[in-house]
């Protein structure tokens, strides 16, 4: 049987498109608020983007069916000398809109991670007191359920969806699922790579939770779905999905990544829909990053 993948180019914080309790798993990465090298000055201020993740978190709380999972990679933000506690916000926002905390996984990237922010480099230059700011190798993998999972349901799956959605108990050990701390490479940075200026996260992340959290056949949501990794994981393992994104000049990243031009051979299907709130911001976003490089040279900017 092959799978359907839903994607809205539109504002999340109205799902209207999705039913009451008819997703099975949610995996996300919002907006790293305005994160200077990939979202500058994308909102007014912090309260703004709390704000958003608040309307947002309420509408997830109606889509998600009783007792199902919802995963957020993100990490506390550096915007200007700030540090913003984005982790212990959206755990509160979660919390308030009725969500239960279950866990929380560290994201080690390798040490060589380019992009972060090389504030160690101070303590080099300044070996005294006071001049302690580490390099972050790190996000975080939040992990949210609405209310308790009813084991019955598994009890009254078809045999072979159970039994297709085994986890493979080999691989669980050998890559130490296991552990609060996931050791996996990011997105490299490689010149004309189709997520460049998305800030997307690595197929691994979705693929892993994806296995660990639903079933064969069931309905996975990315409400930012950026330029398309959960829905191409969730159609890789045999799960439909919904994606919903605000910025239209996505629209080619997402076909690209998930192989619109092959689909007539899967049996997959992969409808697209434009709704009115759609935003252009890339092009925008990329020219502002541009200048924030150009400026990024000065010594202490990042700290
Ligand atoms: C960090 S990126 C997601 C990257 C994604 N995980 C990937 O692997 O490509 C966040 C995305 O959320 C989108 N976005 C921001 N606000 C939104 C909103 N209110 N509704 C839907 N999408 C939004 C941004 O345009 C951006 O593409």
Redesign the pocket.
Same mark, same amino acid.
């Given at each position: 049987m092959g799978t359907w993948h839903k994607i809205i180019f *539109?504002?999340?914080?109205r799902m209207t498109e999705v039913y009451d309790e008819s997703v099975h798993l949610m $995996?996300?990465? !919002?907006?790293?608020y305005n994160a200077p090298f @990939?979202?500058p000055g994308?909102f007014a201020g912090y309260e703004e983007f709390l704000e958003?993740l608040r309307e947002?978190s309420r509408e997830l709380y109606r889509v998600l069916a009783p007792g199902r999972i919802a995963v957020f990679?993100t990490d506390d933000m550096l915007v200007d000398g700030e540090k913003y506690p984005v982790v212990a916000d959206i755990t509160s926002i979660m919390r308030d809109a009725g969500f239960r905390y279950r866990d929380k996984i560290v994201w080690r990237k390798p040490e060589g991670y380019t992009r972060i922010s090389r504030r160690s480099g101070l303590m080099v230059k300044h070996p005294y007191p006071m001049y302690f700011y580490p390099d972050n190798i790190q996000e975080s993998i939040l992990i949210f359920q609405k209310g308790k999972f009813d084991y019955n349901y598994v009890r009254a799956l078809p045999p072979e969806v159970v039994k297709n959605s085994r986890i493979d108990i080999g691989e669980f050990q050998r890559a130490r699922w296991f552990l609060t701390v996931w050791e996996i490479t990011n997105?490299l940075p490689f010149e004309g790579r189709v =997520?460049k200026g998305?800030?997307?996260? !690595? =197929?691994e $992340? !979705?693929n892993r939770l994806i296995r660990l959290f639903s079933f064969i056949g069931e309905t996975v949501l @990315?409400?930012? &779905? *950026?330029? *398309?990794?959960?829905s191409k994981a969730a159609r890789a393992l045999g799960r439909n999905s919904i994606g919903? =994104? $605000?910025?239209l000049e &996505?629209l080619s990243?997402i076909k690209q990544?998930l192989n619109c031009d092959q689909l007539s051979l899967s049996g997959d299907q992969v409808e697209i829909l434009v709704r009115s709130d759609a935003?252009r911001?890339?092009t925008d976003?990329q020219r502002r990053v541009a200048k924030q490089k150009s400026v990024a040279g000065k010594p202490r900017r990042g700290v």
């Open positions: *539109g504002d999340c914080r $995996i996300t990465s !919002p907006p790293y @990939d979202y994308l958003m947002f990679v997105v =997520e998305v800030a997307a996260f !690595p =197929e $992340i !979705p @990315d409400p930012f &779905l *950026g330029s *398309g990794t959960t919903y =994104e $605000i910025d &996505l990243v990544k935003k911001l890339r976003l």
